[in-house]
């Protein structure tokens, strides 16, 4: 992969980060605000798509924000499989970091953080 282009629109306060501008991909809503765009064929990511983004990389009193990755649970096994390793390798795991949260009754619910890749001014 190329490095990547970055892509920030102030007025919708939407970050794109294309590492294969040119390729068709499908959109996979991972959250309400982080699409991971995938080219099935080839199994590559193409692009990910952050709305909100400066929602997404606030840090609170406690630390930075996680988001439960609530897309995955309408995918088959084998995409969501797919997915979570594209989600491991880098480049992506540079910028969306994956953890998981295991509430009392045991059930694990993946999350993800999003790392900062602009600074405070290209994003206010």
Known sequence: MSE???T???ESDTLSIAFLPAEKATGFELTDHIILHINK????????TLLDYSIL???TEFGPRTFPL?????LSEDMRTMILDIL???PVNDILHIA?????NAQIIPTVLVQS????????
């Open 4 to 6: 990547p282009l970055y």
């Open 8 to 10: 920030y629109d102030e």
């Open 41 to 48: 064929t080839t199994q590559r990511l193409v692009r990910i």
């Open 57 to 59: 990389v606030q840090q």
């Open 70 to 74: 609530t897309g995955l649970a309408s």
């Open 88 to 90: 491991r390798q880098k």
């Open 100 to 104: 998981a949260y295991t509430p009392q």
């Open 117 to 124: 890749v602009l600074t405070s001014s290209e994003a206010a």
